[in-house]
């Protein structure tokens, strides 16, 4: 499962034949289609009614 999934910075783009695109609207992140999937970054943020990721791992890093 991918940190974006619950990020508020997040949006779901879709392609002209209906796949799924996680676009990454954080500046401090380098990537606008960060590699998927992420399992930590230093951007995360919650989105609305979304509980933290566990604490797990030495830290919040971008592994794209
Ligand atoms: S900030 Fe990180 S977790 Fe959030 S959408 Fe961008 S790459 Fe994904």
């Given at each position: 499962m991918t940190l974006c999934r619950s990020c508020a910075f997040v949006r779901l783009t879709q392609g002209r034949h209906g796949q799924t695109y996680l676009l990454c609207r954080?500046?401090?992140?380098?990537?606008?289609?960060?590699?998927?999937?992420?399992?930590?970054?230093?951007?995360w943020a919650p989105a609305a009614d979304t509980p933290p990721p566990s604490p797990a791992g030495p830290g919040p890093r971008h592994a794209g």
């Amino acid at each position: 499962m991918t940190l974006c999934r619950s990020c508020a910075f997040v949006r779901l783009t879709q392609g002209r034949h209906g796949q799924t695109y996680l676009l990454c609207r954080n500046e401090a992140i380098g990537a606008k289609y960060p590699p998927q999937p992420v399992t930590r970054c230093l951007g995360w943020a919650p989105a609305a009614d979304t509980p933290p990721p566990s604490p797990a791992g030495p830290g919040p890093r971008h592994a794209g």
